[in-house]
């Protein structure tokens, strides 16, 4: 599929999660689980959650999420697998345009999962936006690509070739050091598996900050 910026990203967006039953894998991305897994649960928020697994791992830990995603289908999917394990009650979907939506509430973790787009997406004032969201003693986990997998079709953030790593993203953001405790590092390669089936060691740049005040 080729982009075409001249349209909605909501059509883009809905038109790749259309061409397929499943898009990814329905597993939890590991740098979350890796990252989390031992935060006691409270009020999360899923910045592009897309078919959900991120969101609904976080609520079969007994936190309460919020999933955001611009795309229809996909959040028709993931509020179909909520209600299949039976986490409706933890669940809540937003279908947003991250690019306009503002946060009315705060939370103990907010997430960024792979939050890249092939059309042109302000990231980094998404994600300062999402900062704000963070309640005190609270957590932001942005984690993305420190390399563009092979099959990506094209340069994502603009017209970037690689992405910005996690020391790059935490200085953009630029937290106050009174309010923030951050850690910006690069992830061991992991296995991973493209759309069609392509294999790869792929590497995160991770970005976790705790606000403090």
């Given at each position: 599929?080729?982009?075409?910026?001249?349209?909605?990203?909501?059509?883009?967006?809905?038109?790749?999660?259309?061409?397929?039953?499943?898009?990814?894998?329905?597993?939890?991305?590991?740098?979350?689980?890796?990252?989390?897994?031992?935060?006691?649960?409270?009020?999360?928020?899923?910045?592009?959650?897309?078919?959900?697994?991120?969101?609904?791992?976080?609520?079969?830990?007994?936190?309460?999420?919020?999933?955001?995603?611009?795309?229809?289908?996909?959040?028709?999917?993931?509020?179909?697998?909520a209600q299949?394990?039976?986490?409706?009650?933890?669940?809540?979907?937003?279908?947003?345009?991250?690019?306009?939506?503002?946060?009315?509430?705060?939370?103990?973790?907010?997430?960024?999962?792979?939050?890249?787009?092939?059309?042109?997406?302000?990231?980094?004032?998404?994600?300062?936006?999402?900062?704000?969201?963070?309640?005190?003693?609270?957590?932001?986990?942005?984690?993305?690509?420190?390399?563009?997998p092979p099959?990506?079709?094209?340069?994502?953030?603009?017209?970037?070739?690689?992405?910005?790593?996690?020391?790059?993203?935490?200085?953009?953001?630029?937290?106050?050091?009174?309010?923030?405790?951050?850690?910006?590092?690069?992830?061991?390669?992991?296995?991973?598996?493209?759309?069609?089936?392509?294999?790869?060691?792929?590497?995160?740049?991770?970005?976790?900050?705790?606000?403090?005040?």
């Amino acid at each position: 599929m080729h982009s075409d910026e001249t349209r909605p990203a909501s059509e883009f967006w809905d038109e790749l999660y259309g061409e397929r039953e499943q898009v990814w894998s329905g597993k939890p991305n590991p740098a979350l689980v890796s990252e989390i897994e031992t935060v006691a649960p409270g009020r999360a928020l899923d910045l592009g959650c897309g078919e959900g697994a991120d969101a609904l791992w976080l609520a079969q830990r007994g936190w309460t999420v919020t999933g955001v995603d611009i795309s229809g289908v996909a959040l028709e999917r993931a509020a179909r697998h909520a209600q299949e394990a039976g986490l409706e009650d933890r669940t809540v979907w937003l279908h947003r345009d991250l690019a306009e939506w503002q946060p009315d509430a705060e939370y103990d973790l907010v997430s960024a999962q792979f939050l890249h787009s092939p059309l042109e997406f302000p990231r980094e004032r998404v994600l300062l936006t999402a900062a704000r969201a963070v309640a005190p003693g609270g957590l932001l986990l942005v984690v993305g690509h420190a390399d563009f997998p092979p099959w990506a079709q094209h340069a994502h953030e603009g017209e970037r070739a690689q992405p910005p790593t996690a020391n790059e993203l935490a200085l953009a953001l630029g937290l106050p050091e009174d309010q923030w405790t951050v850690e910006a590092r690069t992830s061991e390669g992991r296995e991973a598996t493209g759309p069609d089936g392509q294999k790869a060691i792929l590497t995160d740049a991770i970005l976790k900050a705790r606000r403090t005040a």
